[in-house]
């Protein structure tokens, strides 16, 4: 039905605009959610969703629908709604920037796996035994804990045509399962969590109650640390939580274009320690953030962003490329389905380095290990600023974890802390299917605490 | 549309059904990089049924209206799968009823030219700032319906305009970035946005001087909060721990937010109000077709009350208080804020001031966030205090605390109370929730800052 649509929706576009383009986007979603470890509701959630980007009298109109399948008489779907739609598009490129792009010409895609036979074909009945496995599981390790627990399958499809005959398709599936645990004697509250993001049905859906366990363990007992500067071990999930934020600002091709991130003007230059890289990977089998083409039909590719510790690449979508005179990079996405485009990582990828967590462990005289902060994003991202509150966190001294840590604040910042000479860890895992990161030592980090 | 939906919902095998349709018009314009960069319209329609049966849910969201009992039926059978014990709902009043809200100058029907003549005008004052190198302008109107009807035989219609802007500065000097922001909103009534020059000349200045400024110190100071600020405290720091739905199930937090606790000073009171007439978070029903409600949260430093929907008041056993709320009609209502604040009390500014030696005055927000138990939020703008005088400007600063020592270091409230408009209320994936949150100045002891 929604290739039917594209088609009718592009001509409609075509006739009054120099180009035109129609993202189409369709998804099932099942969801079966346990709440304080009871199973307490299943969801499902269907949509259909268009974009309209026209260029016309050279600048940009953009228009967005959802609910194509609505059968109102006034419904977004119907013949009077997509002129309905055009017409937006329209009006709004009256006001739009001039296009410095043309929509693509058929290309050839990397071939890139994104679908699971078994992730569609998945009951509710065999989602709710996944989930009350995992709560058994970690209530078998503490019996007081109290579990929020998520398990989310779902299918998508995709599909772009343009006035310039580029026209791609692709489904994709999609499984996620998360627990989320706390565990509270008086007012002291533990939080524990981790989840599995993938494609694919995972093999073992055991290591989140494996990862959350370990978190119990490591948390049994307190630990208080003073106010001044202290090595800091952030864990692959404090990693996330620190510097996605200011990475994906930072590497964004548009803040580079405007100014806004701090690595303008600084493409090969050495900024960060030899030990750290960092690769955008949109062509990786089964992660959430792959595709053979980005949200505007460009090829998806494996972009080197950092590679040992010289900035190597910035990511592009189509019309920053335009107006920055290099090419797309193939990272042009659509904020929340079918919003604006903009330039955004796709999966990101720190190679892993040499020393096992342990090691890095036993090497710390004094310092922290952080493993979840609140309020990392609040600061100055732009800036590289990162820090917040220990959610999660353990204290290390002579070399040995001692305890959790509560009332404690770090804060750094990416263009000081990594320019360091920094430690790598040797095992690397997903943290929300969006980042696949090591360990990171960092020598130094302020530290605050009551 | 009523007798669709009522026989959609009538005829089947469970304890409670409801539905909810839903149609919007949304105007975005963004500006960035020295000019308008994207301006964005989208239209939506949908809906959703929500299923009880013997204490589990079921939920369907769905574009196409047609064969709505089925919907019924899918969403029934996926609530007898996660069914276990039967619990009760608070039950309701049916209410049929129809609230037309027009906004006094509706943003969603000015023409796109005028929306782009007054953002342009703020676009020109930041940018004529020395040193601010790109503004940022974020802008958003929206017009919305919804329709309510359940199997107790109501069935609502609303309207939810909304709008929002948010204003950016960024300065830049060497490889030093820092940015200042102003954010607001209405219930869509543009003339809430319009008349802003001073405030974003002064935005603008912030931003080119926090280039200049030094960093703090971590560790522990006095704060005096603002009003915008000390909102963002309200709702972060005690607003999230009233929603029901993160105790009713959990014995421990149960034992500890137990009704009549002392949680600050006799002169705290904190409420959420949903029935203030125009604020953003303000509504006549909630999305379970329940009456808005005046709740006091805190009074007089004790724990008076809590935000419920029909399930979590029902299982504590309290009155319903009508605040279950969903972003859209692709999520189920869940326990959300409206209107949070904490209420005037007596003492001035400069009484406030003349009692700190060294401290901080914290401004404006940049963010929040809170796991209960802990807080942080961010704020905007921030002074040193020296002397009981006002000193200099340093960089934004991040302030944390644990909630249950927090409130009880609440030592001075202002008389000055304001709401703010800006902003939304992130939950369960569902954002942003239209709420609004205000305080008068408040000052704080022994609050920990995290600082390099």
Same mark, same amino acid.
């Given at each position: 039905m929604e290739q039917a649509l594209a088609g009718q929706l592009l001509d409609s576009a075509r006739k009054v605009s120099e180009q035109a383009e129609v993202f189409c986007l369709s998804s099932y979603e099942t969801s079966v959610h346990f709440e304080a470890n009871r199973l307490k509701g299943i969801m499902t959630s269907e949509s259909a969703d268009a974009a309209l980007r026209v260029v016309r009298e050279g600048k940009i109109g953009f228009s967005a629908a959802s609910?194509?399948?609505?059968?109102? /008489?006034?419904?977004?779907?119907t013949e009077d709604g997509l002129r309905r739609l055009t017409e937006m598009a329209v009006e709004t490129s009256r006001f739009g920037k001039p296009a410095r792009f043309q929509f693509p010409s058929p290309a050839d895609y990397p071939e890139v796996a994104v679908f699971d036979r078994r992730v569609a074909s998945l009951a509710a009945e065999s989602m709710i035994e996944l989930g009350s496995e995992l709560v058994a599981r970690v209530r078998e390790h503490s019996p007081d804990i109290v579990c929020d627990v998520e398990v989310t399958k779902g299918t998508s499809s995709v599909r772009i045509v343009n006035s310039h005959g580029g026209e791609v398709d692709y489904d994709k599936s999609f499984f996620v399962i998360g627990l989320e645990g706390v565990v509270i004697r008086g007012t002291d509250m533990l939080f524990v969590g981790d989840s599995l993001d993938s494609c694919r049905l995972p093999d073992r859906t055991e290591l989140v109650a494996d990862k959350v366990i370990e978190q119990l363990k490591l948390a049994e007992g307190k630990a208080t640390v003073s106010t001044r500067p202290l090595p800091v071990l952030f864990t692959p999930r404090g990693v996330a939580t620190a510097l996605l934020g200011s990475m994906a600002l930072a590497f964004n091709g548009k803040m580079v274009l405007e100014g806004s991130? /701090?690595?303008?003007?600084?493409?090969?230059?050495?900024?960060?320690?030899?030990?750290f890289s960092l690769c955008d990977d949109?062509?990786?089998?089964?992660?959430?953030?792959?595709?053979?083409?980005?949200d505007e039909g460009s090829p998806s590719r494996q972009l080197s962003l950092v590679r040992n510790g010289v900035i190597h690449a910035f990511l592009y979508d189509l019309q920053t490329a335009g107006l920055a005179g290099v090419q797309s990079t193939g990272s042009g996405r659509r904020a929340a389905g079918t919003g604006q485009i903009r330039p955004a990582p796709s999966s990101l990828v720190i190679p892993e380095g040499e020393l096992p967590f342990e090691a890095m462990v036993g090497d710390m005289e004094e310092g922290l290990v952080v493993e979840r902060l609140i309020?990392?994003?609040?600061?100055?991202l732009l800036g590289g600023d990162f820090g917040g509150n220990v959610l999660l966190g353990y204290k290390v001294e002579h070399g040995e974890i001692v305890g959790r840590v509560k009332d404690t604040m770090v804060a750094g910042n990416i263009y000081q802390v990594l320019k360091q000479s920094i430690a790598v860890g040797s095992e690397a895992r997903w943290v929300d299917g969006v980042i696949r990161c090591p360990c990171l030592w960092c020598p130094s980090l302020s530290v605050s605490a009551k | 549309m009523r007798e669709r939906l009522a026989s959609a919902l009538c005829?089947?095998?469970?304890d409670y059904l409801e539905a909810h349709l839903e149609e919007s018009e949304v105007t975005q314009v963004r500006y960035e990089n020295g000019g308008l960069e994207e301006v964005h319209r989208t239209r939506s329609c949908g809906g959703n049924i929500r299923a009880l049966v013997s204490g589990g849910w079921g939920f369907v969201s769905f574009?196409?209206?047609?064969d709505l009992w089925s919907r019924a039926a899918l969403a029934v059978e996926q609530a007898r799968l996660a069914s276990g014990e039967a619990v009760p709902l608070v039950t309701g009043e049916a209410a049929v009823d129809k609230l037309a809200e027009r906004p006094e100058r509706d943003a969603a029907s000015l023409p796109l030219e005028r929306k782009k003549q007054v953002l342009d005008e703020y676009n020109d004052i930041i940018l004529g700032t020395?040193?601010?190198?790109n503004a940022r302008i974020d802008y958003h109107d929206a017009r919305r319906t919804v329709v309510f009807a359940n199997s107790e035989g109501s069935y609502i219609e609303q309207d939810r305009p909304d709008l929002t802007l948010r204003l950016t500065a960024v300065a830049r000097e060497n490889n030093e970035i820092q940015q200042a922001g102003l954010s607001l909103g209405s219930k869509g009534d543009f003339s809430a946005i319009e008349g802003l020059h001073q405030q974003a000349r002064e935005t603008a200045g912030l931003a080119a001087a926090l280039l200049s400024a030094p960093e703090v110190r971590g560790g522990e100071y006095t704060v005096i909060l603002d009003p915008v600020l000390a909102g963002v405290f309200a709702h972060e720091a005690f607003g999230h721990l009233s929603e029901s739905d993160f105790v009713y199930q959990n014995r421990e937090l149960q034992d500890i937010m137990?009704?009549?606790?002392?949680?600050?000073?006799?002169n705290l009171n904190i409420v959420d109000d949903?029935?203030?007439?125009?604020?953003?978070?303000?509504?006549?029903?909630d999305d379970e077709g329940m009456r808005a409600r005046r709740t006091y949260l805190i009074r007089e430093g004790v724990l008076v009350g809590r935000l419920h929907s029909r399930e979590t008041a029902a299982r504590m056993g309290e009155k319903a208080t009508g605040n279950a709320r969903a972003v859209s009609c692709r999520f189920p209502p869940i326990v959300r804020m409206s209107n949070t604040f904490i209420e005037n009390g007596t003492m001035s500014f400069e009484e406030m001031l003349s009692g700190v030696r060294k401290g901080l005055y914290v401004k404006n927000w940049y963010g929040g966030q809170t796991s209960l138990e802990m807080f942080t939020f961010s704020a905007g703008e921030a002074y040193m205090i020296r002397g009981g005088r006002l000193a200099e400007l340093v960089r934004p600063v991040v302030l944390t605390g644990n909630v249950f020592t927090t409130l009880n270091n609440i030592d001075a409230i202002g008389g000055d109370l304001e709401m703010n408009q800006g902003g939304g209320c992130g939950k369960g994936g569902q954002s942003p929730l239209p709420v609004s949150n205000g305080s008068p100045h408040i000052r704080i002891r022994h609050c920990l800052i995290g600082g390099r």
């Open positions: 609910g194509l399948r609505s059968s109102l /008489p006034s419904g977004p779907g991130s /701090p690595l303008k003007g600084r493409l090969r230059e050495q900024v960060f320690d030899s030990a949109a062509t990786l089998d089964y992660c959430l953030g792959s595709s053979s083409c980005d309020g990392a994003d609040q600061g100055n | 005829g089947h095998n469970a574009e196409h209206l047609d020395a040193r601010v190198q137990t009704l009549g606790r002392t949680f600050g000073g006799r949903a029935t203030v007439p125009g604020l953003r978070g303000s509504y006549q029903y």
